[in-house]
């Protein structure tokens, strides 16, 4: 089974220019989440994705980030502009519900291996 | 919000050695996880842990899931020179997850 694939692994950019990461998740999982991990700090919850919807954007810095996620699959996470301190790895992770019947493996996330951004 | 504090911060321990490290927290969770990061890599899954007092094994890596729901602890037994990695405690609360700071392990060869 594929992982969740993301792309690019590396940008470098500029201050005040804009950037975009792209996310397929794990094939059936409805649930798909953006973290952003600056270094020496764990994953923080930018937003979060059910289906086609956002369940969760509490976190996201909404003057310059967004999110789209058109077609319930793949997803996209711009920054426009950006700032000196969005320099981090932005990470994508999937889950196969929100809610399981089961309660157990269903909201078990699973993590690509992220996109380094650095902006200067 | 709700935080984790992980400890210890790093650890760099002899090849053989068994290891410990574990998540505190002054909220509940339903659910903790471990995942190990390495360097240019995303977090992967180690151990899940769903119920109060569980413990589990993952080979030489063994969990449990605090009385209390509210910490977790992970060893590592006989550790090789591919434990090294960032090492996170993850609580998950419905389908919110929260990360500690990590544990960064050395494993001198």
């Known amino acids: 089974e594929a992982g969740v694939a993301q792309s690019p692994r590396y940008k470098i950019i500029e201050k005040r220019q804009s950037v975009a990461f792209w996310c397929n998740p794990i094939?059936?999982?409805?649930?798909l989440y953006w973290y952003q991990q600056i270094l020496g700090q764990g994953p923080k919850l930018l937003i979060q994705?059910?289906?086609?919807?956002?369940?969760?954007d509490s976190q996201l810095p909404k003057d310059r980030f967004s999110a789209e996620r058109l077609k319930g699959v793949d997803s996209t996470l711009k920054i426009q502009p950006a700032k000196l301190e969005d320099s981090a790895v932005y990470l994508c992770?999937?889950?196969?519900?929100?809610?399981?019947?089961?309660?157990?493996?269903?909201?078990?996330?699973?993590f690509g291996a992220g996109t380094r951004l650095s902006v200067l | 919000g709700q935080q984790l504090n992980q400890s210890p911060q790093s650890m760099f321990i002899q090849e053989g050695e068994d290891v410990s490290m574990n998540c505190t927290s002054s909220?509940?969770?339903?659910?903790w996880l471990w995942y190990k990061q390495d360097p240019g890599e995303g977090p992967v899954l180690l151990i899940a842990l769903y119920k109060a007092g569980e413990l589990t094994s993952n080979g030489r890596l063994t969990a449990q899931f605090g009385i209390t729901r509210k910490d977790s602890f992970l060893n590592i037994s006989a550790s090789i020179p591919s434990d090294v990695g960032i090492y996170f405690c993850?609580?998950?609360?419905?389908?919110?997850?929260?990360f500690g700071a990590g544990t960064i392990l050395r494993v001198k060869s």
């Open positions: 994705f059910q289906n086609n919807g956002v369940v969760d």
């Open positions: 993850a609580g998950l609360y419905g389908n919110k997850l929260v």
């Open positions: 992770a999937s889950s196969l519900d929100r809610i399981s019947r089961s309660g157990r493996a269903g909201n078990i996330q699973y």
């Open positions: 909220s509940i969770f339903n659910t």
């Open positions: 094939s059936g999982h409805a649930t």
